[in-house]
């Protein structure tokens, strides 16, 4: 036996831990499993759509300089108003 599973099943399995706390790290790792299946998915499908589009000839939408140039200028003014509310709050 691997270690790994060593210490898994000696963790999900021991006689001295409540079953509460089983149950919570039963369900953490079911959470955790079901958050890497999402993202492997969301990745696989990513990755089909690009091939997708490159194959079919769809140009891809780009933003000229001033429009990136504009937004940039916005999160600026932003961040400086919010800097300046969060000194004058202190």
Do not use: D, H
């Not at 499993?33 to 079919?56: C, E």
């Amino acid at each position: 036996m691997r270690f790994e599973w060593f210490v898994a099943r000696r963790s999900l399995r021991s006689p001295c831990r409540p079953a509460v706390l089983r149950l919570a790290t039963l369900f953490s790792i079911m959470g955790v499993a079901a958050g890497v299946a999402t993202l492997v998915i969301a990745l696989s499908m990513n990755t089909g759509f690009r091939k997708t589009l490159g194959r079919t000839g769809v140009p891809r939408i780009r933003t000229s300089t001033r429009v990136s140039c504009a937004l940039a200028a916005v999160q600026i003014r932003c961040y400086l108003f919010m800097a300046e509310k969060f000194t004058n709050a202190i």
